[in-house]
């Protein structure tokens, strides 16, 4: 009965785990259409044929509803879509609410591309590998125009927004491939900003992942400084935003000039800094760097000591990358070029 | 025409589809009130993004606020109140048969409308001087914070839109005086007076509205 | 219903009839600077019309590419240059004037007794505005046209090197004119109402123009002012809705939805007054449930403002948003479905006359049901993330706007074509084309329907291959709907101008709009009528064009 309708519908493949639950809803939904709409139809037929109009000067009784057929005018299709709205909006919760064991994937659309971006390491653009049978929940950004993301077998789409994230969830239910459309007008390529969601068995997506890692290390290692290296997510400012919002820095420093647990970090490089001492200095690449280190070694007049060391959790190129990133935080307000959004915390459900 | 003459009314006043003089009142003025409701609701677009952004960015605003010319704004409600006051006294003085005292309150009126306009210009220039100015022209040196150029953006919008209603009003109040000059109103009717007068009093409202939430919060 | 002696004299066809509004003034003049609501109704009628078919062309352009997947015919800048026009025409220039200012003007006055609208020089100003509006559009269009979509999303709005200055401009400027006419509406029959008709005896057409007014004069200043916020953006760099500057891209999409949304209901009340008045003139039989439908506008007006969240479920709104935008949109339905029941109710025991209108009616009765039940379905949250902007929605709100809206505007101009030019139209003809378009639109777009569940993205130039054979079936009914229209605007003119002299009331309606001569004198009453019952009697038979004259 499911395929039967589905293919009837022309329904794609019912690839995610939640694709199926959609599909009855739609059938449920595109039934009592078909039967409305022909059951009007076909008592205006009936009507047309028992009362068609037998002399130029018929007349016509006067006849007005009773208060029980408004009532079931009024609560017959009230009933229907209520119940619609019911089971529509329980699925529709379970849609938007991504569960916490997820694994992450960062998503960046641009005119026309998807980038995606793993948070260790590897990414990958218009190619989306995922191990099926996991939930996967995509955080998503775009570099200029609204742009949406919608993979018809997984009966998931959402909007992606310049300036601000965005997320949604799948689960692929078997392995195999299928189409990325993007589906918000963005312009003269709108129409060819497809992708390819790879679903992988489990292991063959840890074997896949593994082997990017040991690529980007190699390439890391191969590199004569520790600054020099192939940014794994765009330029390091980029990376230096990701590391922050990983690393939870921005839970208590916030870039847009907001006090908070720590300084913010709106035009902190080269601020000139009074310590608790009352010794004055410029918040430079090296002061930054000693701070993530040592942080307890120079407090900001006013702040508490609570930063904990990173001392061995971040590797020299994220501690350069998040350098860049403060450096990059000036509040000269006319920023030139598309916003590349705010940073954005993860925030997991454990 | 019989139609007016009938009814004892100038010529000119009634038109043929109404029955009556005050049939034709209360359409002008519903229609007038209808009207404002479609420019309050113009206005309404402006506040609701000044609304969303003063609550991306209260911190900005509060402070680009604050450099505000306070002095300036408090002159241009005083402006406009009186301004309000004196169109009022027009009508007043037009529904009793003194047009004498009617002009000299419309040109009043227009003058302190004037006056307003000169004021914002004076701030307006402030504004280019120090280039405090919206979006991608804001390079103001006294605010830094993100969302300052967002304030301007919404300042200017706001009183741009409401300078054009200034002007709007200036037209329909000289028009309005060159009526009463040659007579048209009085105890009998004034209908249309009235109507300018309301249009008059909806461009005050809203910078009574303007004036806290740029200037003073 | 009292009408004066000369008035149903006249009517009678005992005295001499007076000068048409036709004949008061031949010159060209006469009617550019004319003060009669129903010349102005002519004059919008003669606009709309062209301007269905300039869209219409671009219609058929984008159905003829679409035959192919790959690029075809036209490239892609193009392309999206045509879908944006064929948008911004049939809705601001077509759809949202259409029956309003078109018939609106036209019958209005005549059906509650009234000489001329309130204020008649704001009517015609009103007129330039519109056409003051659409010249800058085709402006516009001349120079390159926009690529935006109808809807201006920002920030490509703003960033977007085509010319959408001008389109904006245009759509700021026809804003106006609606405000004013749905202004003038409002006030005309607050004020201008003939001696006895009381509110509930006002024509339900009235009703639906009087609720569609409240939609006009009250959502259309939003859009104006967010066009015009786009065009300073645009324009100025101002960066209210640009995220680069802080600016939040979504915010532009409430207040163009706040309108927008609602405007949907400016496009379907009329044609839904429309409907009531036919169906009860062809059944010739009182309207079952006069006032569920009449409340029923305004329901739908009233909770029209508050379902607009309903077009961003998938653009990053909270979910308890989408709840709460997903059970108000429901209560539209409720309300049109109430309508749909009453109207089906008027033809029981009734005396149905299968004329052209009628046909329309049928159409439009189906296509109100199947769009408007697809309609809720859009609303029912987690179906809609599936369906969000593929070709489903394009589907559903062309049942609405064409099937639904369209159809109103058909029976519109059969059913008073007589009475705004005293002519007959060739019956036979008027059917075949009547079911060719009823065909015709459904070949077009259930394919589309289809297509949306098949998961294609609207906005397309390129598309998969296997979208193909739905694609090419949606063509042919385009094709056959485009020669429906076709042969309507032959026939018409030609009935225009050669047609045979019609009798006053040739459908014998009961309709207040019947109760002057057809077509009206300038100032349509000698003297105005008096108002004592609910219209469309049909309990006692008079001699077509007399209406229980007293």
């Given at each position: 009965m499911n395929e039967l309708l589905r293919r009837l519908l022309f329904l794609p493949d019912q690839a995610s785990t939640f694709a199926r639950d959609i599909d009855q809803l739609h059938y449920f939904v595109i039934v009592t259409t078909f039967v409305m709409s022909t059951a009007v139809g076909l008592t205006t037929l009936f009507f047309f044929v028992r009362y068609r109009r037998r002399s130029e000067t018929q007349t016509t009784p006067h006849i007005e509803p009773t208060w029980w057929m408004e009532l079931g005018f009024i609560g017959t299709p009230l009933f229907f879509f209520m119940l619609w709205f019911f089971l529509g909006f329980r699925e529709f919760v379970r849609q938007q609410t991504p569960p916490s064991d997820a694994i992450d994937v960062y998503v960046m659309a641009k005119k026309w591309m998807w980038k995606f971006a793993y948070p260790d390491g590897p990414n990958a653009i218009n190619v989306l590998r995922v191990p099926a049978g996991r939930n996967v929940r995509l955080l998503m950004t775009s570099r200029d125009v609204i742009h949406s993301f919608y993979v018809p077998e997984f009966r998931i789409k959402q909007d992606v927004l310049p300036g601000r994230y965005t997320q949604t969830w799948f689960n692929a239910v078997q392995p195999g491939r299928y189409q990325i459309l993007c589906a918000e007008y963005c312009g003269a390529g709108h129409s060819i900003m497809r992708g390819e969601v790879i679903a992988l068995k489990p292991q063959e997506f840890e074997d896949w992942l593994s082997q990017q890692r040991r690529g980007l290390v190699a390439r890391q290692d191969s590199s004569?400084?520790?600054?020099?290296?192939?940014?794994?997510?765009?330029?390091?400012?980029?990376?230096?935003?990701?590391?922050?919002?990983?690393?939870?820095?921005?839970?208590?420093?916030?870039?847009?000039?907001?006090?908070?647990?720590?300084?913010?970090?709106?035009?902190?490089?080269?601020?000139?800094?009074?310590?608790?001492?009352?010794?004055?200095?410029?918040?430079?690449?090296?002061?930054?760097?000693?701070?993530?280190?040592?942080?307890?070694?120079?407090?900001?007049?006013?702040?508490?000591?609570?930063?904990?060391?990173?001392?061995?959790?971040?590797?020299?190129?994220?501690?350069?990358?998040?350098?860049?990133?403060?450096?990059?935080?000036?509040?000269?307000?006319?920023?030139?070029?598309?916003?590349?959004?705010?940073?954005?915390?993860?925030?997991?459900?454990? | 025409m019989s139609h007016e003459a009938a009814q004892g009314l100038p010529e000119g006043i009634l038109a043929h589809h109404f029955s009556s003089l005050e049939r034709q009142n209360e359409a002008m003025r519903l229609g007038m009130w209808l009207f404002l409701a479609t420019e309050i609701l113009l206005f309404a677009g402006l506040f609701t993004g000044y609304a969303v952004y003063r609550f991306q960015f209260p911190l900005a605003f509060a402070e680009c606020s604050r450099h505000l010319e306070i002095a300036l704004g408090t002159l241009n409600t005083i402006v406009l109140i009186t301004s309000s006051f004196t169109v009022a006294l027009a009508i007043h003085f037009a529904r009793t048969d003194r047009r004498r005292a009617a002009v000299i309150c419309l040109v009043l009126t227009i003058g302190f409308a004037l006056a307003f306009l000169g004021i914002k210009a004076v701030e307006y220039t402030a504004h280019f001087h120090e280039r405090s100015l919206p979006g991608k022209y804001y390079a103001f040196e006294g605010v830094k914070i993100l969302g300052a150029a967002m304030f301007f953006t919404m300042y200017f919008l706001m009183t741009g839109l409401h300078g054009v209603h200034v002007v709007a009003g200036m037209s329909v109040l000289s028009w309005l005086l060159w009526r009463t000059l040659q007579g048209r109103y009085s105890s009998r009717y004034y209908t249309g007076l009235e109507m300018g007068g309301l249009y008059w009093h909806l461009v005050d409202l809203v910078w009574i509205f303007l004036y806290p939430l740029l200037y003073l919060i | 219903m009292r009408l004066s002696e000369a008035d149903s004299a006249r009517l009678a066809g005992a005295l001499p009839q007076a000068p048409t509004y036709l004949q008061d003034g031949t010159t060209v003049l006469s009617w550019l600077n004319t003060r009669d609501h129903k010349r102005v109704g002519v004059m919008f009628l003669a606009s709309v019309i062209f301007f269905f078919f300039i869209g219409g062309i671009f219609a058929l352009a984008l159905r003829m590419k679409l035959l192919q997947p790959g690029p075809y015919l036209i490239d892609a800048v193009s392309y999206n240059r045509l879908f944006t026009l064929h948008g911004v025409v049939m809705i601001f220039l077509f759809l949202i004037p259409s029956i309003p200012s078109a018939f609106g003007n036209f019958v209005l006055p005549l059906m509650i007794g009234a000489r001329d609208v309130a204020f008649p020089r704001l009517n015609l100003a009103s007129f330039y505005l519109y056409l003051a509006g659409a010249a800058i559009t085709i402006w516009g269009m001349l120079q390159g046209g926009a690529d935006t979509g109808w809807t201006f999303y920002t920030p490509y709005s703003s960033t977007t090197p085509t010319q959408v200055l001008p389109i904006l401009l245009g759509v700021f400027v026809v804003g106006f004119s609606s405000i004013l006419t749905g202004l003038n509406f409002i006030v005309t029959v607050h004020t201008l109402r003939a001696p006895g008709m009381t509110w509930m005896r006002i024509p339900l057409f009235v009703w639906g123009i009087y609720a569609t007014?409240?939609?006009?004069?009250?959502?259309?200043?939003?859009?104006?002012?967010?066009?015009?916020?786009?065009?300073?953006?645009?324009?100025?760099?101002?960066?209210?809705?640009?995220?680069?500057?802080?600016?939040?891209?979504?915010?532009?999409?409430?207040?163009?939805?706040?309108?927008?949304?609602?405007?949907?209901?400016?496009?379907?009340?009329?044609?839904?007054?429309?409907?009531?008045?036919?169906?009860?003139?062809?059944s010739r039989k009182n309207t079952f449930g006069y006032k569920a439908i009449a409340m029923s506008s305004l329901g739908i007006a009233f909770v029209g403002f508050f379902t607009w969240g309903h077009h961003m479920f998938v653009a990053g709104q909270s979910t308890f948003n989408a709840g709460a935008f997903g059970i108000l949109s429901m209560f539209v339905g409720v309300f049109t479905a109430i309508k749909v029941f009453n109207w089906v109710g008027t033809m029981y025991r009734g005396a149905i006359a299968f004329k052209t209108p009628f046909a329309y009616i049928c159409g439009f009765l189906y296509f109100i049901v199947f769009g408007g039940m697809t309609g809720v379905a859009l609303a029912t949250t987690s179906l809609d993330i599936h369906w969000h902007d593929t070709y489903f929605v394009v589907a559903h709100f062309h049942f609405i706007m064409v099937g639904a809206s369209v159809m109103g505007f058909l029976a519109a101009l059969h059913y008073w074509f007589p009475k705004m030019f005293g002519k007959t139209y060739p019956e036979g003809w008027g059917l075949v084309a009547a079911s060719l378009i009823i065909l015709g639109f459904n070949a077009t777009f259930i394919p589309q329907f289809l297509?949306?569940?098949?998961?294609?993205?609207?906005?397309?130039?390129?598309?998969?291959?296997?979208?193909?054979?739905?694609?090419?079936?949606?063509?042919?009914?385009?094709?056959?709907?485009?020669?429906?229209?076709?042969?309507?605007?032959?026939?018409?003119?030609?009935?225009?101008?050669?047609?045979?002299r019609s009798e006053s009331n040739p459908w014998g309606s009961k309709g207040f709009e019947w109760l002057s001569a057809s077509p009206p004198p300038t100032h349509n009453f000698d003297e105005l009528p008096t108002i004592t019952q609910m219209p469309h009697d049909y309990r006692t038979h008079e001699p077509p064009g007399v209406l229980h004259v007293a």
């Open positions: 004569p400084t520790g600054l020099d290296f192939a940014p794994a997510l765009g330029n390091l400012v980029d990376q230096g935003r990701r590391i922050a919002a990983e690393q939870g820095c921005l839970k208590c420093h916030t870039t847009d000039g907001t006090r908070h647990i720590g300084p913010t970090w709106l035009d902190l490089y080269h601020r000139r800094e009074k310590l608790q001492d009352g010794s004055i200095i410029d918040a430079d690449e090296a002061y930054l760097t000693e701070s993530m280190m040592e942080p307890t070694a120079k407090i900001v007049a006013g702040f508490q000591p609570v930063m904990p060391s990173f001392q061995g959790k971040i590797a020299g190129p994220e501690v350069a990358a998040l350098v860049e990133y403060i450096k990059s935080l000036q509040s000269d307000v006319v920023r030139t070029g598309p916003s590349e959004g705010p940073a954005y915390a993860p925030i997991r459900g454990r | - | 007014s409240i939609i006009q004069i009250l959502a259309t200043p939003v859009l104006g002012i967010t066009v015009l916020i786009v065009a300073v953006e645009r324009f100025a760099g101002f960066g209210m809705f640009d995220p680069a500057r802080g600016g939040d891209p979504v915010l532009f999409q409430h207040m163009f939805w706040f309108y927008s949304h609602p405007a949907v209901y400016i496009m379907i009340l009329p044609a839904m007054g429309v409907i009531s008045e036919t169906v009860s003139a062809f297509l949306g569940n098949y998961g294609m993205p609207r906005r397309y130039y390129q598309y998969p291959e296997h979208f193909q054979a739905l694609h090419v079936a949606s063509t042919a009914g385009g094709t056959l709907l485009g020669f429906g229209f076709l042969i309507i605007l032959i026939y018409l003119t030609i009935a225009l101008i050669w047609g045979q």
